[in-house]
């Protein structure tokens, strides 16, 4: 009975093992809204981009990748009959800049000097930008002025701002979460230099903020971000410099101020760890 109970259950298990190998994959969630003017969010799941349509022809940014990239084109092409003429990408990361070439038969591509050279060192699928700058870049199209800035290095050293002053809109990625915890543990990050950059964007003249994940926010949320990481900071700063070891740290830090931002429970462990690898390294000890 035992052989045959074995064999039932293996079968069983095999079977719902099929059924679920067998379920069709989920369809992308793809939509449009208007932020305001002329200036639009392209939701691809849970990654954003915006877009800034012309008399002359569109300007994007981050394609996301290959099947979003093609489906905003089309969607364009169908809703606003222009062509894209240009495409800017925040950053090198791949999550958000793959599928550029879809652009490439109408569009320049323009991006920061250190992503470029990321692009080709790296090999992200993408279209290799045709365009680059070091500090700041205005880019006019059909009466349309959108301003890119280069704020220093945060969550990579090449990340750069883009602006629509008309809308008085600011588009900026995976620097500026909107209430949200930083990404994990801060891959590929520069935490004092990401303070400072923050102070920056501090600095310009906007009032919405249109992040490349999440839900839109406004100008405080760049202060209020800053803020989480400069306690994050000083929090693990004390325990570094009073020997504590990363598991104890991880347990030490609560930071209950932010407990209802995103992603609390799931990633300040991942924060912590982060920190205290940077400060690690960057404090200045005797």
């Not at 932020?35 to 002359?56: D, K, L, Q, W």
């Not at 290959?66 to 169908?78: E, H, S, V």
């Not at 495409?87 to 999550?95: G, P």
Request: no cysteine; proline share 5%; glycine share 6%.
């Amino acid at each position: 009975m035992k052989r045959y109970s074995s064999i039932a259950a293996a079968l069983v298990l095999l079977t719902a093992g099929n059924a679920f190998a067998q379920q069709p994959a989920q369809p992308p969630v793809r939509e449009i809204s208007k932020i305001a003017g002329e200036v639009y969010r392209f939701r691809n799941n849970n990654h954003y981009s915006v877009f800034a349509v012309t008399p002359a022809g569109v300007i994007v940014t981050d394609p996301i990748d290959a099947g979003a990239a093609q489906w905003l084109k089309d969607q364009i092409k169908q809703r606003f009959n222009q062509p894209v003429r240009y495409v800017i990408y925040s950053h090198d990361h791949a999550d958000h800049i793959s599928g550029g070439q879809v652009f490439t038969d109408t569009a320049v591509v323009v991006a920061h000097d250190n992503a470029k050279a990321a692009i080709i060192a790296e090999k992200r699928p993408t279209a290799v930008p045709n365009v680059t700058f070091s500090d700041d870049m205005i880019i006019e199209l059909g009466g349309t002025l959108v301003q890119l800035s280069y704020v220093g290095k945060n969550h990579s050293d090449n990340s750069i701002v883009v602006r629509f002053p008309k809308e008085r809109i600011l588009f900026a990625v995976d620097f500026i979460p909107v209430e949200t915890l930083a990404f994990r543990d801060f891959p590929d990050g520069y935490i004092n230099d990401w303070v400072e950059s923050l102070h920056r964007v501090e600095a310009m003249d906007f009032d919405v903020l249109a992040p490349g994940h999440g839900q839109l926010g406004k100008k405080a949320h760049v202060a209020m971000f800053r803020e989480y990481l400069e306690d994050l900071r000083a929090e693990v700063l004390r325990y570094v410099r009073e020997g504590k070891s990363l598991d104890e740290t991880k347990q030490l830090v609560k930071l209950t101020k932010y407990e209802k931002w995103g992603n609390y429970q799931q990633w300040l462990p991942l924060n912590v760890e982060g920190m205290y690898r940077y400060m690690s390294v960057y404090r200045r000890p005797n």
